[in-house]
T-cell receptor, first 109, second 115 residues
Framework: GDSVTQMEGPVTLSEEACLTI???????????LFWYVQYPGEGLQLLLK?????DKGSNKGFEATYRKETTSFHLEKGSVQVSDSAVYFC????????FGPGTRLSVLP | EAQVTQNPRYLITVTGKKLTVTCSQN?????MSWYRQDPGLGLRQIYY???????DKGDVPEGYKVSRKEKRNFPLILESPSPNQTSLYFC??????????????FGPGTRLTVL
C-alpha cells in the first residue's frame, strides 16, 4: 500500500538557520503531496501542497517540490524563526490519506 | 467560518464507561476520518468515511465504532474504553478523495484519558 517516510528528528536549529526535512513516498498512481504543521496544543493545518510532478508548493517561506523521479517532497526554508517550532507531517492523498510519522522542529533564539 | 468541530476537547473517564466524541463539519465534505496521535507513533487512522452510510476501517479500528448517518457528523464511539485508548484524537474532513488534490481539514483535537 501507499506509504510516507520522513526524517523523524527531533531537529533543533538556531534562528535564521536553513531547514530541510526529507520526505519520500511510495504510491501507486499519481498522488497529491502535502505538508501539514502542528503548533503546540493545536490541530494539524495545511502548510503547502503539490498536485503533480514538478509542482512547487510554497507558503510562509516554506517550499517543497514534487519530484516524481526520486519520489520525494522535501520541505525547505531558508531562514527559520522561533515561531516555526512545531511538528511537521508529510502526507499523500491517493486512494486514501497517508501521513508520515512527523518531525519535531525546535528553533532556538 | 469553515471548520471542523469536536466535542468534548478534554475528557477523563473510567474503564468500561461508554463514551462518544462528536465531530461536525460545515463544509459539505464527503470524506471524514478519525485519527489518534500518540507520542512516537505519529498519526494513526482509526476509521474513515467516504460518504453518508459508507465507513471503513483504518489502521487501528479495534475498540472503536463510528457511524455516518448525516454528511456533516461523524461521531467516534468507545463502547468500553480501556487505558490503552488514552490518546489525542483528531477528526478531519475533505471535500472528496475522488480527487486527490483535496486536502484534509482538521479539528482541534480531543484529549482523552481513560483511568
Amino acid at each position: 500500500g501507499d506509504s510516507v517516510t520522513q526524517m523523524e528528528g527531533p531537529v533543533t536549529l538556531s534562528e535564521e538557520a536553513c531547514l530541510t526535512i526529507n520526505c519520500t513516498y511510495t504510491a501507486t498512481g499519481y498522488p497529491s503531496l502535502f505538508w501539514y504543521v502542528q503548533y503546540p496544543g493545536e490541530g494539524l493545518q495545511l502548510l503547502l501542497k503539490a498536485t503533480k510532478a514538478d509542482d512547487k508548493g510554497s507558503n510562509k517561506g516554506f517550499e517543497a517540490t514534487y519530484r516524481k523521479e526520486t519520489t520525494s517532497f522535501h520541505l525547505e526554508k531558508g531562514s527559520v524563526q522561533v515561531s516555526d517550532s512545531a511538528v511537521y507531517f508529510c502526507a499523500l492523498s491517493g486512494q486514501n490519506f497517508v501521513f508520515g510519522p512527523g518531525t519535531r522542529l525546535s528553533v532556538l533564539p | 467560518e469553515a471548520q471542523v468541530t469536536q466535542n468534548p476537547r478534554y475528557l477523563i473517564t473510567v474503564t468500561g464507561k461508554k463514551l462518544t466524541v462528536t465531530c461536525s463539519q460545515n463544509m459539505n465534505h464527503e470524506y471524514m476520518s478519525w485519527y489518534r496521535q500518540d507520542p512516537g507513533l505519529g498519526l494513526r487512522q482509526i476509521y474513515y468515511s467516504m460518504n453518508v452510510e459508507v465507513t471503513d476501517k483504518g489502521d487501528v479500528p479495534e475498540g472503536y465504532k463510528v457511524s455516518r448517518k448525516e454528511k456533516r457528523n461523524f461521531p467516534l464511539i468507545l463502547e468500553s474504553p480501556s487505558p490503552n485508548q488514552t490518546s489525542l484524537y483528531f477528526c478531519a474532513s475533505s471535500l472528496s478523495v475522488a480527487f486527490s488534490y483535496n486536502e484534509q481539514f482538521f479539528g482541534p483535537g480531543t484529549r482523552l484519558t481513560v483511568l
